[in-house]
């Protein structure tokens, strides 16, 4: 069962009245989780848990000590304070202390869905069977997992901030591969309300995909023009609108830092009809209503139309910089300024290239220009005048952010779609385009199906 | 058969006379009393198990067990002479699994009381019986013996009961050390520290508790050229280890971030790699995260029958090629082990009641076993779990994760230089970094630390912007040389992720240096 606001503030209060430091903030976090998944076209290992966390920061004389626990009874709420304020009595002086927020106005968001906190058992096996049954007569094989969560977050400071959030999400993934493992194909979507999970065309465009994969070509590996399905721009750009640092950039680590101890804000790096920005109110990808600091999020812009916009600044790194904090990510969309172009337009407009549906394994290799490293994965197509020609063997690639969406070699951008990173398993959610780019750099051949 | 707080005491090696001195206990012990205590006020983990067991029986299961779980975590990070975080947290729960009709059932909670137990299991049986409605092929489990042990890790110093300020003092006094080279910019470094409390039961009749200790101490140094933009980092050499608080004082820390410190600011200076064909000479603090991912991934019997088809992906070895694949060179041998003392695998029993084992995955170049559990027994070659069922935390269902994986060393004493001599162009590397492979293991591409240039059997200048592509049997049968005894170290990770939802399993794998011939360099830096 998740807490009720009235439940959470009751141990939010009860923690704060434990507390003799100086400042402190509380929160305390309830889930209601389960799982199923599938493989082999059958029903494998599942799971529901349910949970609550509280978790305590104090700080004396400057000292700052954390403890959390999943014991909520009055003497372990008693016990976790005493522990915090224990380390923090023996802690240096924490020398980025900003003192907790009062209270905060915070502007509703709609994230949360009873039906999918509290999802039915039958329903999903159900929706299970027919995504297996599926397969079954496409004679594929079926692998994948749905997970549904409801989550209820309270936080509160001893400076008079309260604060109650709810948020679900469902998600399935399905891979279908052709018996003889030679095809294979995926699909993953997410969403808070399940009932806006179209389960079976999870299950219809993973069959789609690996029945078209078929009798892969192989192909040298070099620079090619590219189409990025969403889903395989959520893979590389899941968590985009999260690494816009602006300590990190001022302290000459980071892509977003230039020459001289500057940053590249104002710059024109990215491609002129891009924009990365956050936005809580979004409709089909709600934000939380609070930053990780605790401020109330309000919709702010990234990169508008290509220029390096704002890096965020924490709380301590405005105060060191002159800055406002800002209010914000809390989610990641990308959208284009120019009107969106669908994929069949961007397959028409090819005259040779790859179509790429997911990427797997990603890695940093160079994070002065954001290279990364990783792999095709569950369906890559040659296109040639126009036309899908044939499925070809996986890559991998090294291919750097900054480059992929650089002026000029950007060159069709899509409608925004909610996606999750596959290696994310749906729960890093975003609002990305399909993207179709001059270059991107396959550096090597992989069998893998 | 109940497991008394003298019984465990007795049987994890601990001395009478301690117990008479509480201020001189360690804090695992006053665990146990407190929980004793907490058992006198309803918590007994046996009365529990038994209202579990008997109701799962009772609702028609072949088998189940229950897991009652306390994890403690401890955590300090610092940067440069600062503390950034010092934190505690612990959590306390059960999860319930049963087998019904052929089909898994799992649920958990943080409650542990008899009513949650009750309700909890029936809820487990509930969604097994929902499922197996839909079911198509039916699990089946190996059977075990019954066990009643108690088991504790290998450690000396039970990093909980170190003072947190001695534990600041080593972190910031590795900073400064850092901090001494000219150049060097900024300098992270922390310690965490994991105790796992697990109690086990099962329809077997079995009952298991385990004491379990993890240390992983990280330190990063970055070292930042202004006026270039350009910017290089260094991590430690030295990883986790399933040790205790001793391994913070015995291993030569400040010579570690010294040589860091160091490295950070050379590589700035370092010499771009020219891409081609090189003859690798890798060290064992590079050597075990390939082990891991092209040794360690595809030989788990799970990915090889498509049940991590979804997300982990499958393997390129399957059933059919135990015992037939020449997976390397003739001196390549890999062992699965849980039962090595300081690894991070190692344990008395898996999350099934199945006892620690050692068994050979490659022998002599060929692949001849998998990894397994009970629920993969009928699938494997040798009909046989060697218990690898794990779940990382009482809310997790426990499923097949990775033993230690080690490379065996060369009989003679062979070292580095021994191996180094014999390369005419080559690169010798230190240090896991950038690390990737694809979904059946076959393709992948590994960073480092440092990378030294190897001309005519001599160690050389530094390089940057390393990386190497193989592929997985390609690459083990190009090795040629193996360091010695002496040569031996184990590494690993603390957070190995498989599954659905991720699961983080702890996991070392040894090795001695190693000597690979004709592996494809790339240069990594997109500035060029």
Redesign the interface.
């Given at each position: 069962m998740l807490l009720t606001e009235r439940e959470a503030r009751k141990i939010t209060e009860k923690l704060l009245g434990h507390v003799k430091a100086d400042d402190a903030a509380v929160s305390v976090f309830s889930e209601n989780y389960s799982n199923q998944r599938f493989a082999a076209n059958h029903f494998t290992t599942c799971g529901a848990r349910e949970n609550a966390t509280v978790s305590v920061a104090v700080w004396i004389d400057r000292k700052r000590g954390s403890a959390s626990t999943n014991e909520i009874d009055d003497e372990s709420l008693k016990a976790v304070v005493a522990q915090a304020e224990e380390l923090a009595r023996i802690s240096p002086v924490d020398r980025e202390y900003m003192p907790t927020l009062p209270q905060q106005n915070y502007k509703p968001v709609k994230a949360y869905s009873e039906a999918t906190s509290t999802i039915s058992l039958g329903a999903r096996a159900r929706a299970i069977n027919d995504v297996i049954a599926a397969c079954e007569k496409a004679k594929v094989v079926g692998a994948g997992f749905h997970q549904a969560r409801g989550n209820a977050f309270a936080s509160a400071t001893k400076n008079g901030n309260f604060n109650y959030d709810r948020s679900s999400l469902v998600s399935l993934s399905t891979t279908a591969r052709t018996p003889d493992g030679s095809s294979s194909g995926y699909f993953l979507r997410n969403h808070f309300d399940v009932g806006r999970l179209d389960v079976r065309r999870v299950a219809n465009e993973a069959i789609r995909k690996a029945l078209e994969s078929r009798n892969a070509r192989k192909l040298e590996p070099g620079i090619y023009p590219a189409i990025l399905e969403p889903q395989a721009v959520a893979d590389l750009l899941g968590g985009f609108a999260f690494g816009f640092d602006a300590r990190s950039a001022d302290e000459g680590r980071s892509p977003f830092s230039a020459p001289g101890g500057k940053t590249k804000v104002g710059e024109k790096i990215f491609d002129e009809r891009i924009n990365v920005y956050s936005d809580p109110w979004n409709a089909d990808l709600p934000g939380s209503k609070a930053t990780q600091s605790g401020l109330p999020a309000e919709k702010i812009h990234l990169v508008r139309n290509g220029v390096l916009e704002n890096l965020v600044y924490s709380r301590f790194w405005a105060k060191q910089k002159g800055k406002e904090p800002t209010p914000g990510p809390v989610n990641n969309i990308m959208e284009s300024s120019a009107p969106p172009t669908s994929i069949e337009e961007m397959i028409r407009a090819t005259d040779r290239g790859l179509l790429l549906g997911r990427f797997w394994y990603i890695r940093g290799v160079d994070p002065r220009v954001a290279l990364q490293t990783g792999l095709t994965r569950d369906g890559i197509w040659y296109i040639e005048n126009g036309k899908i020609q044939y499925p070809v063997q996986n890559f991998r690639f090294n291919q750097s952010i900054i480059q992929l969406l650089a002026p000029g070699n950007v060159e069709m951008i899509g409608r925004s779609e909610r996606v999750g990173s596959s290696e994310g398993q749906g729960g890093n959610s975003a609002l990305l385009p399909a993207l179709k780019v001059k270059e991107f750099h396959f550096t090597s051949q992989s069998e893998a199906v | 058969m109940t497991t008394s707080r003298r019984t465990f005491l007795k049987s994890a090696g601990i001395a009478a006379g301690a117990v008479a001195l509480p201020s001189a206990l360690p804090s695992w012990i006053r665990d146990i009393e407190a929980a004793e205590a907490a058992a006198a006020a309803g918590v007994d983990k046996n009365a529990l198990a038994d209202i579990a067991i008997s109701i799962a029986k009772r609702l028609g299961v072949s088998y189940a067990d229950i897991r009652i779980n306390r994890y403690r975590n401890e955590a300090i990070s610092t940067r440069e002479q600062?503390?950034?975080?010092?934190?505690?947290?612990?959590?306390?729960?059960f999860?319930v699994r049963v087998l019904f009709k052929g089909?898994?059932?799992?649920?958990?909670?943080?409650?542990v009381t008899p009513e949650d137990v009750r309700r909890v299991t029936a809820?487990?049986v509930?969604?097994?019986r929902?499922?197996?409605?839909?079911?198509?092929?039916r699990?089946a489990m190996a059977p075990a013996s019954k066990v009643t042990a108690s088991w504790k890790s290998v450690f000396e110093r039970d990093p909980f009961d170190v003072?947190?300020?001695d534990k600041?003092q080593f972190l910031?006094g590795l900073n400064q050390t850092a901090m001494k080279t000219e150049g060097v910019?900024?300098v992270n470094s922390s310690l965490s520290f994991v105790n796992e409390q697990k109690f086990l039961a099962s329809t077997d009749g079995s009952r298991i508790e385990q004491y379990i200790i993890r240390t992983n101490p990280g330190l990063n140094v970055?070292a930042?050229?202004?006026?270039?933009?350009?910017?290089q980092s260094r991590s430690a050499l030295a990883g986790p280890q399933g040790m205790g608080y001793e391994y913070m004082e015995k291993h030569d820390w400040n010579r570690e971030a010294e040589q860091a410190g160091s490295d950070a600011t050379q590589k700035l200076k370092a010499k771009p790699v020219t891409p081609g064909k090189y003859d690798l000479i890798l060290d064992p603090s590079h050597l075990w995260l390939t082990i891991h991912e092209s040794v360690g991934h595809p030989t788990e019997l799970d990915r090889a029958?498509?049940?991590?088809?979804?997300?982990a992906?499958?393997s390129?070895l399957t059933p059919d090629k135990t015992g037939k694949l020449k997976f390397g060179s003739d001196i390549v041998s890999f062992v699965a082990d849980r039962t090595q003392p300081r690894a991070l695998a190692t344990v008395g029993y898996d999350d099934e009641g199945v006892p620690a084992q050692s068994w050979h995955l490659v022998k002599k170049g060929i692949f001849v076993d998998w990894q397994t559990t009970r629920d993969l027994t009928a699938a494997s070659p040798r009909k046989k779990s060697y218990g690898c069922c794990h779940a990382d935390s009482w809310?997790?269902?426990s499923?097949p994760r990775m033993p230690n994986v080690s490379l065996e060393p060369a009989p003679a004493n062979t070292t580095m230089e021994d191996l180094v001599k014999d390369v005419e162009n080559g690169i010798l590397i230190y240090g896991d970094g950038?690390?990737?492979?694809?979904?059946?293991?076959?393709?992948f591409?590994f960073?480092g630390q440092t990378f030294w240039e190897i001309k005519n059997g001599k160690v050389g200048a530094m390089l940057r912007?390393v990386?190497y592509?193989s592929?997985t049997t390609d690459f083990w049968n190009s090795c040629d040389g193996l360091g010695g005894k002496s040569t031996y170290e184990l590494g690993g990770s603390f957070n190995d992720g498989k599954g659905?939802?991720?699961q983080s399993n702890a996991v070392s794998h040894g090795c001695p240096v190693a000597r690979f011939r004709g592996v494809?360099v790339?240069n990594?830096?997109?500035?060029r």
């Open positions: - | 600062q503390v950034q975080n010092v934190s505690r947290s612990q959590s306390f729960g999860g089909t898994w059932g799992f649920a958990s909670s943080r409650r809820q487990a509930e969604i097994a929902v499922n197996s409605v839909y079911q198509r092929k699990i003072s947190i300020d600041i910031l910019s900024f970055i930042v050229n202004r006026s270039t933009g350009d910017f029958l498509w049940w991590e088809a979804d997300f992906g499958t390129f809310g997790s269902v499923f950038s690390f990737s492979i694809d979904q059946q293991r076959y393709n591409q960073g912007d990386a592509q592929r659905e939802p991720t494809n790339l990594t830096s997109a500035r």
